[in-house]
């Protein structure tokens, strides 16, 4: 598998072991970029590219030109912050032979904006936290008995964990509320967090694997360790899920086991801070995405072995100060 | 080295890369006890113990008891909390041949206590942050300009950054000292965070490597991107220390390095949490702590190459779920 493939991994920061499993996968050639030297993920690649932070416009030309010179067959971006100044280009890319890793760009957009999700999932008939965003609304609803606090408060657009925070009181809501950003509020889920990695078709955007992971405990946003589980319900959870919304790829669902049935919180379409907790227990991803790559038809991954903790500790890599 | 050896790490939580190192260094047999099924370190052993925490009285007795039924030849506790309730058993170890890495009991009493440790610090000439037990007399250096706002609060007794805080003004020193532990204020330090591994001689006490890192980023308490560092003039620092402190085997020195020179802040009498930093650049004090045991005559242990930047990246163990 991979055995002639050329990767390009974006944003390559702290994806070591993605690194390795392309390598153990048979990829002949992993190039890895990113916007600082103090990343260790360049430094077990073949090669590195410093590039210009996502966030700017100099971000996709300077990945485009690498995929071109480079002959890239595969461009994977790991970063939600990746994602938006990329999802214009799969088809030029394409174009010139290098497969990009990405949701349709309006998937990308509903993934990024909580409100559009939360109307999405309403309309789909999918469970997930009640969310307000207009004042007003919400105030009625308090005073009914509706929304109750406290409540998350969160940008409508953001990555991860930024800014959020928890209004106790409607003194609290007038700070959130006063923000220079859109901010939203949401429910409170009384239940246990999840973390799901699906693949899905390159082609079709059928699911072809499954891996959920219920997580014990946090450290910086990433989970440090989790419990492998296996459940047909959220199974048919996250395959309705996704035959009413258009992802591709490796993708990373958040969600909670409530009293009442699972309730969606996320999509991050790509690579889960925790991918590796499932690779380690069989959900073979990678292998799934190079043969999409190379065009074989895809079977349904092998499902990960219950009850498994899957439990994160620190390794390191030096480099050379290039200074 | 070690071919024969039997080694109990204790507290093994995430010490998966010195169980890796022993074993790289020989080691035939490690053993691994933690008070959590959850620890990854456990399943890297060659075989692993679930014990009382070190919390409790319970905790020594069953160490002894271990070390005794195994043969053990050296036993690692590797936590803050570990070193108490085994300081006074160095000797009983002895006995029935373990033996333990720690260093002196009234020297961990010194380590594990914030007043003393400066006290010690002013008596022996050692530059450290000036340091404030005693309201009255913080209040009179806060009159007269000698002390002042921010200042840094920790309990006199803690292991890493449980509690600490920070001190803006008098209110926040009357909450301070209303606490129910008994607590400190510090200087805020000007000046850049390192982190040093040192192997001391187990029988004499003498230096025989020195690994200094510059902070670059931390996570959770524990070093995320390091410069390894190389500076004669913390060499001498390090020297005079512990020519003045008992301390052995591998200990780590918390200090700031300051305009006016380099100031003690803390030292941990065990493993650093960024040990590995210091070994995957050549600093092997395993080796030298295995060649210890054996009773080999210690040269100085290599000292580590500078400029080279230690980037951690998390990586996941798997076990079976025991319940």
């Known amino acids: 598998m991979g055995a002639t493939m050329k990767v390009l991994i974006l944003s390559a920061g702290k994806r070591v072991k993605i690194i390795e ?70 088809e030029e890319f394409a174009s010139f032979g290098t497969t990009l890793m990405i949701s349709p760009a309006p998937s990308i957009d509903l993934a990024a904006d909580k409100w559009k999700m939360y109307e999405f999932c309403l309309a789909h008939n999918i469970p997930t936290p009640r969310t307000w965003i207009d004042r007003d609304v919400l105030d009625r609803d308090l005073a009914s008995g509706e929304a109750r ?21 409607s003194r609290d809501l007038d700070n959130i ?71 591709r790829g490796v993708v990373d669902v958040d969600l909670y086991a409530t009293p009442t049935g699972y309730s969606l919180l996320e999509i991050n379409p790509r690579f889960s801070w925790s991918y590796a907790h499932s690779h380690e227990c069989g959900a073979n991803f990678i292998e799934a995405l190079l043969a999409d790559v190379s065009g074989k038809r895809l079977d349904r991954v092998a499902t990960a072995r219950p009850k498994w903790h899957a439990l994160a500790y620190d390794s390191v890599i030096l480099n050379r100060n290039r200074n």
Chains 1, 2 share one sequence.
């Open 177 to 247: 509320f006063a923000s220079s950003q859109r901010m939203l509020v949401q429910e409170f889920m009384d239940g246990e967090p999840f973390d799901v990695d699906v693949y899905l078709d390159l082609h079709s955007g059928l699911v072809r694997g499954i891996n959920p992971k219920l997580k014990l405990r946090m450290r910086e946003g990433t989970t440090d360790k989790a419990l492998i589980f296996d459940d047909p319900e959220l199974t048919n959870f996250i395959e309705d899920l996704f035959s009413k919304a258009a992802f």
């Open 21 to 90: 499993y392309l390598r153990q996968a048979g990829v002949e050639t992993i190039i890895a970029a990113d916007c600082s030297e103090l990343a260790p993920a360049l430094y077990v690649a073949d090669s590195f590219y410093i590039v210009p932070r996502s966030t700017t416009p100099e971000y996709a030309p300077a990945v485009r030109d690498i995929c071109k010179r480079e002959s890239v067959d595969l461009c994977i971006p790991t970063l939600d912050l990746d994602l938006d100044p990329l999802a214009e280009y799969r």
């Open 149 to 169: 606090f406290p409540l998350f408060s969160k940008p409508v657009r953001s990555a991860g964990s930024v800014d959020i925070g928890i209004a106790r009181d």
